[in-house]
């Protein structure tokens, strides 16, 4: 069996008390048949000091965005459409809208999500979106900067499932994290039941949002393997069936070549 986790943070993991290096991580997701792992950025700095702390390897690709959380600690778009174009980069973000925690800076967290896109769209690179209390504002944008033209998944879903629907007409993608699996998340469950298997991926989020059983504990990518559990019996499906389907759709998406089917 091949899982992906489709969605990390390996730089913000807790290397001095819980893993020894990445090699480490990387150790524990294999046994777990986590396989594969996209390390994802959410500042510019952070993205060059994730990548020399990975490394090349075969088994984990980068995304290269700014958080909308993030925009006041810079937000060159020349440098970002630069780090972009590299080779081993296969996403723009995470990017996106967070009017949750911040609404002050709300037409600067449009401005440069649409450039995310618009920079996915030139380098045929898919955007990985974020979005809290801000639904109406990030399907504008995504339709209105034509995010089809690149595609994209909205990460660590959290609405409902009209929401699911719309941006399924939109071409997305949708990810399901751990919260999938927190008992107060039926509103998630309901949009996952109507999400077809061709269109989900899966993710732990790490450090955040580590799934039951290990709720309150930090998050790691071996932990996705609990996600695609938790997912395969809410779609009715072998866990088997599940991590063949959501590998095959991050291949797809990401243009990856050489993940087994």
């Given at each position: 069996?091949?899982?992906?986790?489709?969605?990390?943070h390996l730089d913000c993991l807790d290397y001095e008390?819980?893993?020894?290096?990445?090699?480490?991580?990387?150790?524990?997701?294999?046994?777990?048949?986590?396989?594969?792992?996209?390390?994802?950025?959410?500042?510019?700095?952070?993205?060059?000091?994730?990548?020399?702390?990975?490394?090349?390897?075969?088994?984990?690709?980068?995304?290269?965005?700014?958080?909308?959380?993030?925009?006041?600690?810079?937000?060159?778009?020349?440098?970002?459409?630069?780090?972009?174009?590299?080779?081993?980069?296969?996403?723009?973000?995470?990017?996106?809208?967070?009017?949750?925690?911040?609404?002050?800076?709300?037409?600067?967290?449009?401005?440069?999500?649409?450039?995310?896109?618009?920079?996915?769209?030139?380098?045929?690179?898919?955007?990985?979106?974020?979005?809290?209390?801000?639904?109406?504002?990030?399907?504008?944008?995504?339709?209105?900067?034509?995010?089809?033209?690149?595609?994209?998944?909205?990460?660590?879903?959290?609405?409902?499932?009209?929401?699911?629907?719309?941006?399924?007409?939109?071409?997305?993608?949708?990810?399901?994290?751990?919260?999938?699996?927190?008992?107060?998340?039926?509103?998630?469950?309901?949009?996952?039941?109507?999400?077809?298997?061709?269109?989900?991926?899966?993710?732990?989020?790490?450090?955040?949002?580590?799934?039951?059983?290990?709720?309150?504990?930090?998050?790691?990518?071996?932990?996705?393997?609990?996600?695609?559990?938790?997912?395969?019996?809410?779609?009715?499906?072998?866990?088997?069936?599940?991590?063949?389907?959501?590998?095959?759709?991050?291949?797809?998406?990401?243009?990856?070549?050489?993940?087994?089917?």
């Open positions: 069996m091949f899982l992906v986790d489709s969605h990390c008390k819980l893993h020894e290096n990445i090699d480490d991580v990387v150790e524990k997701a294999q046994q777990r048949d986590v396989r594969y792992m996209l390390a994802v950025a959410t500042t510019l700095p952070g993205f060059k000091s994730m990548r020399e702390l990975i490394g090349k390897r075969d088994n984990i690709a980068f995304s290269c965005g700014i958080h909308p959380l993030n925009l006041d600690e810079g937000h060159d778009i020349e440098e970002l459409a630069r780090l972009a174009a590299a080779p081993d980069v296969v996403a723009l973000g995470e990017t996106g809208l967070d009017y949750y925690y911040q609404q002050e800076n709300a037409a600067l967290q449009r401005d440069i999500f649409r450039e995310h896109i618009r920079i996915g769209r030139q380098v045929n690179k898919p955007v990985i979106v974020h979005t809290r209390s801000a639904r109406e504002d990030t399907l504008s944008i995504l339709k209105e900067e034509k995010v089809q033209d690149c595609g994209g998944v909205l990460h660590c879903f959290t609405e409902d499932k009209e929401t699911a629907t719309a941006l399924l007409d939109l071409g997305l993608y949708i990810s399901f994290s751990g919260i999938v699996t927190f008992r107060n998340a039926e509103q998630i469950r309901e949009a996952a039941r109507i999400v077809p298997l061709d269109r989900i991926l899966v993710e732990t989020d790490s450090p955040y949002l580590a799934p039951v059983p290990h709720r309150g504990k930090e998050n790691q990518p071996a932990y996705v393997r609990d996600v695609a559990e938790y997912m395969a019996v809410l779609k009715g499906v072998s866990v088997e069936e599940l991590a063949q389907q959501t590998t095959r759709n991050f291949a797809k998406l990401f243009h990856i070549q050489n993940l087994p089917a």
